[in-house]
């Protein structure tokens, strides 16, 4: 069964840092291009960042730019985000998710169940 | 910005529904494909994917939803809708230069 499972959602203070992991199973991760989705409670969803299949290029929301960055170890079958400087209005669900084909930006046909993230103090 | 209308619909079972989609820019690429999606995120659960590249329903979902449209202007029908149909349906494009997703602002259908 093709498979996404994020974790590392925690309760963190304004400023601090957080990294996200998301596990891989049952496709080749290092075949498909990643995403990281967030959406605030009670909101929509909001694309925040991708990585290439071998981690050689990177975008990012503005919302996140210069203080979030992606990363991928295929040899592990893990995607991250780490997460700096966090803000109150970071506090969200973060989902990771798969393009569909090798293709960049072929759709998101796979999705985790998504970790929380809170940023309070 | 992608806008979604209605933002809410309350339908009676057995009815149609339908949502519409209006991009300020087309996702048709320069490919010839053209990569707007659709989702359904049911309460409590994660999107799922339910339209591909307009029109193309993906794997498992049922007829009785369409996607259509061109240009910038796109729309999903749901020809009937039933108790399991209710969520907040997302409208998506893929934005290549430089690469990211774009959501609309979702719509959030109701039974009667």
């Known amino acids: ?121 | 910005v992608m806008t979604q209308t209605p933002l809410s619909l309350s339908v009676t079972p057995g009815q149609p529904a339908s949502i519409s989609c209006k991009s300020t820019q087309s996702p048709l690429h320069s490919d010839g494909r053209t990569y707007l999606y659709w989702y359904r995120q049911k309460p409590g659960q994660s999107p799922q994917l339910l339209i591909y590249e307009v029109s193309n329903r993906f794997s498992g979902v049922p007829n009785r939803f369409s996607g259509s449209g061109s240009g910038t202007d796109f729309t999903l029908k749901i020809s009937r809708v039933e108790a399991e149909d209710v969520g907040i349906y997302y409208c998506m494009q893929s934005v290549h230069f430089p690469p990211r997703y774009s959501f609309g602002q979702g719509t959030k259908v109701e039974i009667k």
């Open chain 1, 1 to 121: 069964e093709v498979q996404l499972v994020e974790s590392g959602g925690v309760v963190v203070q304004p400023g601090g840092s957080l990294r996200l992991s998301c596990a891989a199973s049952g496709f080749t991760l290092e075949d498909y291009t990643m995403h990281w989705v967030r959406q605030a409670p009670g909101k929509g969803l909001e694309w925040i960042s991708l990585i290439t299949w071998d981690g050689g290029d990177t975008n990012y929301a503005d919302s996140v730019k210069g203080r979030f960055t992606v990363s991928r170890d295929n040899s592990k079958n893990f995607l991250y985000l780490q997460m700096n400087n966090l803000r109150t209005e970071d506090t969200a669900f973060y989902y990771c998710a798969k393009d569909t084909y090798f293709d960049i930006l072929s759709g998101l046909d796979v999705w985790g169940q998504g970790t929380t993230v809170t940023v309070s103090s």
